[in-house]
């Protein structure tokens, strides 16, 4: 089992998800010492790496229910949640959150099975508020009339653009914003929107996503981050001018 673990490890970090795959399966089956931590994780490579937090929740609900006592039962509850909050389950979510976030606020430092679902290691604090501002988006969601509907095609469009799907995408953000300018979730297709322009290469087009969020959303969660993204495109853009107009080791105005 150690050895099996350690080969899946070693193929994830080599990118070979395949292989890696194929390691955890047989841990799994083997239902020994590593079986819960090759569930979660499988769990997070269904949830990070396909984008199918559909595909992530069973694999989730198998961890917690099958090792209640071990230590990856916490990481799984808060991957769950997750993986609740981005299928669209809202209600379960919420009510996972709520009892996830105490957890995480009474603790100084996060189990390392935890690290399996996270990019880098963060403060136990930093998880919970970033729960309870999900919970805070369900709350708002919940309120608004057909809510529920408007966050499912919002989703659809956060789905297809991680996959590269960019048409989709974009028809699912202006469903959005189009039908739906007064919704608590224009601003967060607005921002998918810029995010998915600037990836493309499309300045102008993501400037001008942010700047509907910072005249149109003020106060809105995404116009501090819709303002750092518009420092960071005109730094960008300054830097690039002062290298097109700087003259080469040669003297010459480099071409334009």
């Known amino acids: 089992g150690a050895v099996r673990i350690r080969l899946a490890r070693l193929y994830l970090a080599k990118g070979d998800l395949d292989r890696a795959r194929n390691e955890l399966k047989i841990l799994t089956a083997a239902d020994g010492e590593f079986a819960d931590e090759a569930l979660l994780f499988q769990a997070a490579l269904a949830l990070e790496a396909d984008r199918s ?26 991957g769950l949640a997750r993986a609740y909050f981005f299928a669209g389950e809202l209600a379960k979510a919420d009510k996972l959150m709520a009892e996830v976030i105490p957890y995480l606020s009474a603790r100084r ?10 990019p880098q290691p963060q403060p136990p604090q930093s998880l919970a508020m970033q729960l309870a501002d999900y919970r805070k988006k369900i709350e708002d969601i919940k309120k ?14 956060v ?9 989709i995408a974009e028809t699912s953000f202006k469903n959005v914003v189009d039908k739906h300018p007064g919704s608590t979730l ?16 499309d300045i102008e087009a993501a400037m001008a996503d942010l700047n509907r969020i910072m005249t149109s959303y003020k106060g809105s969660d995404q116009f501090e981050p819709a303002q750092q993204m518009l420092a960071y495109i005109s730094q960008y853009s300054q830097f690039m ?16």
């Open 186 to 201: 224009a601003d967060d297709a607005y921002f998918e929107l810029a995010k998915m322009h600037l990836r493309g290469g």
């Open 109 to 118: 430092y996060l189990p390392e099975a935890f690290l399996i679902l996270l």
């Open 53 to 78: 937090p559909v595909s992530a929740i069973p694999i989730f609900e198998e961890l917690q229910k099958k090792y209640p006592d071990r230590e990856s039962l916490w990481p799984a509850r808060y």
């Open 159 to 167: 789905l297809a653009s991680s996959k590269g799907d960019s048409s």
């Open 241 to 256: 001018q002062q290298q097109m107009s700087a003259p080469a080791e040669d003297g010459r105005t480099p071409r334009r």
């Open 144 to 157: 608004e009339e057909g809510g529920e509907a408007i966050f499912k095609e919002l989703l659809a469009g």
